[in-house]
């Protein structure tokens, strides 16, 4: 990205099409649709694929040149995309199980990575009319309908009972040890669980205080929350504490953390029970 023009600009259009995209989901979400399973066991709705279609178009007329890589993109884009230094990420509806359940709670991903770094990131929420959105170097922004933006800031933690985010529709078994552990350290904890990567926002409007994620996801569930979490000056890391970088030889993430401002260690509270030996 080369000017702070270019940056603004690329902001606005992108709010634009993740809001767009929004309605087109939401349309379907209130009129019904069908589900269908991908071979990984994972939910795939008409309107995973129509978010996808009008992302992939609208961000190919922003920019030919940038190429685009979404959840839904064919197997042949995610071989080519390791000669790609600068590339669209996109999750056209993450959360797809919370749209099946009908409870609001799923989102559309739009981040530019650029070095393997997310360098610009919308989530937007359609059911709810709310977008986060950032760029590196940047302030978070926080809109909800009609309100205008807001700075958004993630709090530092201080000790104490912390407001943990946890997934929704995902196993419970691993992160009860780590909610042992932190009630055993901090005398308590209080948990509020949600879908999608409102999760990592949650924690970048300073509502939350830590987000650990201990099961699968992909890149592109993350990159753009990422993107409005380090601006609102938090962090996401794997767990041996190194920043998400993008562009891997796999797109499955490992597990991760997200947490806010400060240097509170929440990845010693998962020594012994890391990915590895689970």
Sequence with gaps: ???????????????????????????????????????????????????HELITEQLSGLDASTPVLSEESSSSDQVDRMSWRRYWLVDPLDGTREFVKRNGEFTVNIALIEGRRPVLGVVHTPVKGLTHWSCAGGSAFREADGSGPEPIHAREYHGGPPVVAASRSHARGTLQRFLNRV??????????????????????????????????????????????????????????????????????????????????????????????SH
Excluded at 1 to 30: F, P, S
Excluded at 251 to 260: D, E, M, Q
Aim: aromatic share 8%; hydrophobic share 35%; charged share 25%.
């Design 183 to 276: 009630e055993q350290r901090e005398g308590g904890y209080r948990m509020l669980s949600m879908g999608s990567a409102l999760k990592i926002c949650l924690i970048a409007e300073g509502r939350g205080d830590v987000y650990p994620r201990l099961g699968p996801t992909y890149e592109w569930d993350t990159a753009a929350a990422q993107c409005v979490l380090e601006s609102a000056g938090g962090k996401l890391t794997d767990l041996q504490r190194t920043p998400f970088r993008y562009n891997k030889d796999s797109l499955l993430n490992p597990w991760f953390v997200a947490s806010g401002i400060g240097s509170y260690d929440w990845c010693s509270l998962l020594e012994g029970i890391d990915e590895k």
């Design 1 to 51: 990205m080369n000017t702070d023009l270019e940056i603004e600009h690329l902001v606005k259009e992108v709010v634009r099409i993740a809001r767009q995209a929004g309605a087109c989901i939401v349309e379907i979400y209130q009129r019904g649709f069908n589900v269908d399973t991908k071979i990984d066991g994972s939910p795939l709705t008409t309107a995973d694929r129509a978010s």
